[in-house]
């Protein structure tokens, strides 16, 4: 198996730059739509990787918390020029939908009582349930392979109603499945991990203390959450609403609503809903904040990970800790779904957007982009 990190050709930063400026301009679509941008232009186009090199790094990327698409930037930003190509391929691909966010998060302070703003945002939600259900559909084929894994989701969504914390959840699903794994194998031999993963909660806990707004708590929750966050960047909703709605109360429903459609809108990495929320809660300075303290995690964990892949890869442990949590992520993501379809879902128009949008994205594999714009016009049409 190729070495992710193996450097065997160079490439000039200032293309390094261009091409992630580029990718993070027009990468609409969510995490799916970005590898498949990255795979045209780095694999096909310009012969930087190979495809089998290509799918080692996104291999890489999937084994570590933090927003996937980012994290297969650096990857490859790494593997082609060295700890520059890191930094650069990683902050490229980040600033412009950081910025763009940033831009409507303005807009959306300014305006955002005004009829055409809400009519637009009021046609966006329904879509981004549709979305996100749809995504919770793909992933769940994926994950629940087995009767254990739907035993373990059945439990886990159970829990995550009644309102057990989401790391306790991901650590406790990890560690089940962890154990059976080692049962199954009749092997006596104790094993550290699933002791890391129940520390998690308690490391994490006083970031996520009801208290009065600080930037030095939000960089604290968002650190958190880019550090802990396992599977889909929709996974995301339900640790946001967890500690900036439920616990904090930083933001309400309606407000997490609106970061949510404008992260789907924009281009780039989902994760850039921080920017949009640290933007409402702190202004630029919170924007900034918010973006550093989600996104530095996945720097970290990429240039700290490459060394140790192959060894991780070939651990059943490893892989048997992670399908735990990928479980506990899906039931994080059905729980959250249902509650803000509640805020979302109004009257018989919201419901029949978003079972078309659910029809269009499933059976006639629209774009989630071009979903979005016809929603955002709709609910301007209607606006009006």
Known sequence: MAEPVEIAIRVPLPDVARVFLRLGIVSFGGPAAHVALMEEEIVR?????????????????????GPNSTELAIHVGYARAGWPGLLVAGICFIVPAAVIVAVLAWGYL????????????AGVKPVVIAIVAQAIWKLGRGVLTSRVALTLGIACVAAAALGVHELL???????????????????????PTS???????????????????????????????????FGSGYVLLAFLRADFVARLGWLTERQLLD????????????????????YVLGGAR????????????????????????????RSRDASAVLDGVN????????????QLARSALVGPAGIGLALASGVALMRFRVSAAWLVLAGALLGLAFAR
């Not at 991901?170 to 092997?187: F, H, P």
């Open 169 to 191: 959840l991901l650590a406790m699903a990890g560690a089940a499945m962890w154990a059976i794994a080692t049962w199954r194998r009749s092997s006596e031999e104790e094993r």
């Open 110 to 121: 300014r305006y955002g009582s005004l009829p055409t703003i809400m009519g637009i945002l």
């Open 286 to 313: 919170g924007a900034v904040v918010a973006t550093i303290g989600i996104f530095l995690p996945a720097f970290v964990f990429v240039a700290a990970s490459g060394p140790l892949l192959p060894m991780v890869r």
């Open 45 to 65: 186009r310009r012969r930087w990787l190979t495809h089998e090199s290509f799918l080692d790094l996104l291999g890489a990327a999937n084994l570590i918390p």
């Open 195 to 229: 002791a890391r993963m129940a520390a998690i909660p308690a490391l994490w806990a006083f970031a996520a203390a009801p208290a009065a707004f600080t930037f030095g708590g939000l960089l604290l929750v968002f650190l958190k959450i880019g550090s802990v966050l």
């Open 259 to 278: 970061a949510v459609a404008v992260g789907q809108v924009t281009p780039g990495p989902v994760f850039t809903t921080a920017t949009f929320i640290g």
């Open 327 to 338: 479980v506990a992520s899906l039931a994080l993501m059905i729980v959250v779904t249902l």
